[in-house]
C-alpha cells in the first residue's frame, strides 16, 4: 500500500529527528541546512518530494530549492494550507505577506498529486514556505503528516537560527570597523574584567597588539 510507504515506522521518526537536531547544532548555511532536511525526508518517507522557498528580509523570493521539476507557473506562487487543523491555522503566517492561503492544496511538482504547503516560521518572521507532495494517491497518513509538519518546524526554527548567527556576523564586522575607524582609545571588558576588545587606537598608544591584550585581567591599582 502506498500509505504504507510514507509512513516509516516510529524508530526511523526518531532517526530522523536526531539527525535535524544534529545538523542545527552547526554553522551551516541556508543551502546546506536544506539539502540535509531533504535527506532526512528522502531516508524516512521514500518517494515524497521537497520544496522549500525562501523569503529575504523585503518578502522577495532569495532560494529555490526542489527534488524534482516544479510547474514553471507555481515556481513564485506560495500557497499555504492549514489542512493540520485549527492549531495549524493558527500558526500561519500573518495576512498581507507574500505567502497565499489556499483552501485545497495545489502541487507545485510536475508529478505532484497531493501534499503540504507549510508556513516557515520563526518567531520573528515568515521565513518561506515549505512543500512535501507525494505523487501517487492516498499519501502518508495523519502520523506520519503530523511528522512532517513537525520535521518542518524544525527546519524553520534551524534556518532561523542560522539568519541570526549571520546577522550577528555581520553586526560584529560593522561594529569592529566603527571602533577601528574611532580616533578616541575603546577599551571593553567583561563582568570578571577580563579585556575583551581594545581598538586600533588604544593599540597605537600602548604599542601593544589586541591579539597579546586580549583576555588579559585589568586591575583597578595597576598604574598602566
Not at 31 to 40: C, H, K, P, R, S
Not at 161 to 169: D, K, S, T
Not at 171 to 181: A, F, M, S, T
Amino acid at each position: 500500500m502506498m500509505d504504507n510507504v510514507h509512513d516509516p515506522a516510529f524508530p526511523a521518526l526518531l532517526r530522523a529527528c536526531s539527525r535535524l537536531a544534529g545538523g542545527s547544532d552547526h554553522d551551516q548555511r541556508e543551502d546546506e541546512i536544506l539539502q540535509g532536511f531533504a535527506d532526512v525526508v528522502r531516508d524516512a518517507f521514500p518517494g515524497l518530494l521537497v520544496c522549500v522557498r525562501l523569503l529575504d528580509s523585503s518578502g522577495r523570493l532569495s532560494l529555490v530549492y526542489a527534488t524534482g521539476r516544479l510547474l514553471p507557473e507555481m515556481r513564485e506562487r506560495l500557497l499555504w494550507t492549514d489542512d493540520g487543523g485549527p492549531d495549524e491555522a493558527e500558526a500561519g503566517p500573518p495576512p498581507g505577506g507574500r505567502l497565499e492561503r489556499a483552501e485545497a492544496f495545489t502541487p507545485v511538482f510536475a508529478q505532484g498529486v497531493g501534499g503540504l504547503g507549510l508556513p516557515l516560521l520563526d518567531g520573528r518572521s515568515v521565513l518561506g514556505l515549505l512543500n512535501v507532495e507525494w505523487t501517487e494517491p492516498p499519501g502518508p497518513g495523519a502520523i506520519a503528516r503530523g511528522a512532517l509538519r513537525a520535521l518542518g518546524r524544525h527546519l524553520a526554527v534551524a534556518l532561523g537560527a542560522a539568519r541570526l548567527r549571520a546577522e550577528n556576523v555581520k553586526l560584529r564586522g560593522r561594529v569592529d570597523q566603527l571602533l577601528d575607524h574611532a580616533d578616541a582609545p575603546i577599551l571593553v571588558l567583561d563582568p570578571e574584567r577580563r579585556v575583551r576588545l581594545i581598538n586600533r587606537c588604544l593599540e597605537r598608544l600602548i604599542g601593544r597588539p589586541r591579539a597579546e591584550v586580549c583576555t588579559n585581567m585589568i586591575d583597578d591599582d595597576e598604574d598602566g
